[in-house]
């Protein structure tokens, strides 16, 4: 089969200071129609940089070198800017990482789509905005008559992503490039992007460029497979060859990297290290300080490409003839250690949600009237014991972010009560809640922006010390308990605890990884000896090695500190391997609790059952039936009458529309709130 796209040697560099940096050095692939080709890989590695060159779209410090890149025969490096034009939106175009920052805040979808249309295709005005309403209906955009006149603040973070594909779509492209396009999604709406690309790609023979760091997508995605790595490609595979046998060390040490419930009682395993600054000229293979299986060598001579099978390579020394007779090790499933739990044998109650409430006033008119709420959270209880971990999942907007500040008292409570070890936190002025901030703290979702980026890392971890008047020497917990532990030298051991150098202290934020924040991040909380953690989706944004670290440092820091966490997350395989309890929450109300075994392996609730067959795996299931969400969570500020499920409920019946369900319970831990079953104790 002729191939669609064809890249040889692409070289790009970005001039970002004395030493060029070669972000995408020395790249060939080639795609076919209608083909999905993944491309997967840590951040930093030059997945979107090979995208941005493909488009011709590269910051202002960005230069093609070298390469080509053609389609269907013709070189797009040889175009000039106007000619550009003609090809992006017509026969490639792109889905941008961040719908939010893609799409133009001051133009309605409806404007935005119509400038796609203006620029390829020829069409009076009246087909024009038909042509944008069947492109949102396409796309799944309810009442898309009236929504295209909408700007995109008012879009959901699934319907905004969807709008974004609809933009791409509308210029009918032969190849679309989709840079991490489900990312920032919960897994039911990932679910409903991911089938609408593969219906869309079936019935007009579409290809498909996925970026990708998620395992899961490419699985349920891909045909074939481009593992992505320091600026260029070091394994090329099939979907089958590729999760039956990586070959390359990082590709296997990616898949020991990931979490689920196999793995509770194990630390995973963890890539060491970083990817390589590209500001130099490598002599070996790129891996090599992070590999281990690396020979003398790996060290002084760059891999070329070797045949594993037909339809499968890899750039590495361990599969040339003369390489050592001990090819690698398939460590898929091997982790490093194994994991020293400390069982709770007190069930000791830390805290105690019950009926907890926060509405937001809507204000309109002059005079700022209420003429209604937002209702973020609407009667939630909820209990954590002492050492343990509660997950708290659900889609984007349900309410458990609100549910996390609240409980701190960063947002106060429209009603209920938070008890923390039996004193009420909702009653308390600020001067006393002052007194035991320090036993409850939070880890925010996106560390860098929690981060000030103005102040030294020394000083981020010494500023809640100081303000709390954290000692210790006090704590029967420390490190140190000498009287002349200093505040430098509690510093530098709380660095030393989340795996940090001592001489970062002296740093600032954007100096680091993302990881490594979210490591000084968690260095901050622990700083004033909590023992409660509210963790916001502390691994969301990250690659999956990175998020191994950050899971194993938590697990390890539960298990010598006695820490409990409420664990705040829509990635279900992070939820096996680290929670005790879960509680799935829609619409502001919490609709299934119950220890990790009960909700995971026998789910009840309609909501928890489309939840969980929504989450993409990699290991091939035939019997897998994923549930459909029809539409998108409504809104809090009108909440559908009777069950909040029920306008998505395949199971709904007449009683689910008048009046809320009661409890149902399973067992002394599991309950759920579903009239399909009864409202007394199931033995």
Excluded at 96 to 104: A, D, G, I, K
Excluded at 233 to 252: G, K, N, T
Excluded at 405 to 429: D, H, M
């Amino acid at each position: 089969m002729k191939n669609l796209l064809e890249i040889e040697n692409l070289e790009t560099l970005l001039h970002t200071g004395d030493t060029p940096v070669r972000a995408v050095d020395g790249l060939s692939l080639e795609i076919f129609p209608g083909e999905t080709f993944a491309l997967l890989g840590e951040s930093g590695c030059g997945k979107s940089m090979t995208a941005l060159s493909i488009m011709r779209l590269l910051p202002e410090v960005g230069e093609i070198v070298a390469g080509q890149v053609k389609i269907n025969g013709a070189d797009l490096l040889q175009l000039s800017e106007a000619g550009m034009r003609k090809i992006r939106g017509k026969r490639i175009s792109m889905i941008f990482q961040e719908p939010m920052l893609s799409l133009n805040p001051v133009l309605t979808i409806a404007e935005q789509i119509e400038e796609v249309l203006n620029q390829h295709l020829q069409l009076s005005k009246d087909a024009t905005k038909k042509r944008i309403q069947e492109l949102l209906e396409q796309v799944g955009i309810p009442d898309a008559a009236q929504r295209m006149h909408e700007y995109p603040f008012q879009f959901s973070g699934g319907m905004k992503q969807r709008a974004m594909i609809a933009m791409a779509l509308a210029g009918e492209p032969e190849l679309l490039i989709a840079d991490e396009p489900t990312t920032a999604l919960d897994v039911t709406i990932q679910a409903q992007v991911l089938d609408l690309m593969r219906q869309i790609q079936q019935r007009t023979h579409m290809a498909i460029l996925l970026i990708t760091h998620d395992l899961g997508v490419v699985a349920e995605m891909a045909q074939r497979i481009a593992v992505m790595y320091a600026g260029e490609i070091v394994e090329l595979a099939s979907r089958h060859d590729f999760f039956q046998h990586p070959a390359h060390p990082y590709s296997q040490q990616l898949f020991a990297s990931l979490p689920g419930k196999q793995k509770r009682d194990q630390a995973l395993a963890v890539i060491q290290g970083s990817v390589p600054s590209l500001a130099q000229q490598f002599n070996g293979c790129r891996f090599v300080d992070r590999c281990n299986q690396a020979l003398a060598i790996c060290h002084n001579t760059i891999p070329q490409w070797y045949p594993v099978t037909s339809d499968h390579q890899v750039r590495c020394h361990l599969y040339q003839q003369n390489a050592p007779e001990k090819l690698p090790i398939d460590n898929t499933n091997q982790c490093i250690t194994t994991l020293d739990v400390k069982s709770n044998t007190t069930e000791e109650t830390l805290l105690q949600v019950t009926d907890l409430k926060v509405h937001f006033p809507i204000r309109k008119g002059l005079l700022k009237r209420i003429v209604g709420h937002v209702k973020a959270v609407d009667g939630v209880s909820l209990k954590i014991v002492s050492g343990k971990t509660l997950a708290l999942v659900g889609e984007s907007g349900c309410g458990k972010t609100t549910i996390g500040k609240s409980i701190l008292q960063l947002i106060k409570p429209t009603a209920g009560s938070v008890r923390f070890r039996n004193q009420e936190l909702v009653a308390l002025k600020r001067s006393q809640l002052r007194q035991i901030r320090s036993q409850f703290q939070i880890i925010f979702q996106d560390p860098y922006s929690s981060l000030n980026p103005r102040m030294r890392i020394i000083e981020i971890l010494r500023e809640g010390m100081d303000a709390l008047i954290i000692s210790k020497k006090n704590d029967s917990k420390t490190r140190d308990q000498s009287p002349n532990f200093s505040r430098e030298e509690e510093i530098n051991a709380l660095l030393r605890q989340v795996g940090l150098p001592v001489e970062v202290k002296w740093r600032y934020p954007h100096e680091f990884s993302g990881g490594q924040r979210q490591r000084i991040a968690i260095a901050r909380a622990l700083a004033v000896n909590p023992e409660l953690l509210i963790c916001d989706e502390p691994t969301s944004a990250l690659d999956v090695s990175v998020q191994a670290q950050i899971l194993n440092l938590l697990k390890s820091l539960q298990n010598n500190l006695g820490l409990a966490f409420l664990f705040i997350t829509h990635n279900i395989a992070v939820v096996e391997y680290l929670a005790d309890e879960v509680a799935v929450m829609y619409l502001g109300r919490i609709v299934e609790y119950g220890r990790i075994n009960e909700v995971m392996n026998h789910p009840r609730h309609p909501y928890t059952q489309a939840l969980l067959s929504s989450v993409p795996q990699i290991a091939s299931n035939p019997d897998r039936h994923i549930i459909a969400l029809k539409g998108d969570l409504p809104s809090p500020v009108k909440p559908p009458t009777g069950c909040h499920f029920h306008p998505r409920c395949a199971s709904a019946m007449p009683i689910c529309r008048v009046t809320y369900p009661p409890a149902s319970t399973f067992s002394a831990t599991h309950t759920t709130h579903c009239f399909l079953y009864p409202h007394e104790q199931v033995s």
